[in-house]
């Protein structure tokens, strides 16, 4: 993909990436669920597709993608869906911010 250095095409390549990462999430999804006998044939857990959601949304979050925008990944129809769910992602991510104020301000 061509990136060109402009802020009218910021918006595009935003959704550009935001679909390319959800259309890698279901292929991940497809593989998973077409090759559920791997786990089982190797003695390993099973792993449910919310699972993989829950995990690709904690991982998202940890890293430090904005609500919004995971919400959007997921496929909610509103981040309060994402919220209700999430949060306690969000509020770890606050109680480190307030750590990193907190050192910032002690220096």
């Given at each position: 993909m061509d990136i060109v250095?402009?802020?009218n095409n910021c918006a595009s390549i935003k959704l550009i990436l935001i679909?390319?990462?959800s259309y890698n999430?279901?292929?991940l999804i497809?593989?998973?669920y077409q090759n559920q006998h791997i786990p089982k044939r190797n003695n390993l857990n099973h792993i449910r597709f919310h699972d993989l959601r829950h995990s690709?949304?904690?991982l998202l979050l940890k890293s430090g993608v904005d609500m919004k925008t995971t919400?959007?990944?997921l496929g909610h129809s509103?981040?309060?869906i994402t919220m209700d769910l999430y949060s306690h992602i969000d509020i770890e991510q606050k109680i480190d911010a307030a750590v990193r104020?907190?050192?910032i301000l002690q220096m």
């Open positions: 250095n402009n802020e679909d390319e990462l999430l279901k292929v497809n593989y998973v690709c949304a904690s919400s959007t990944i509103s981040i309060g104020i907190n050192n």
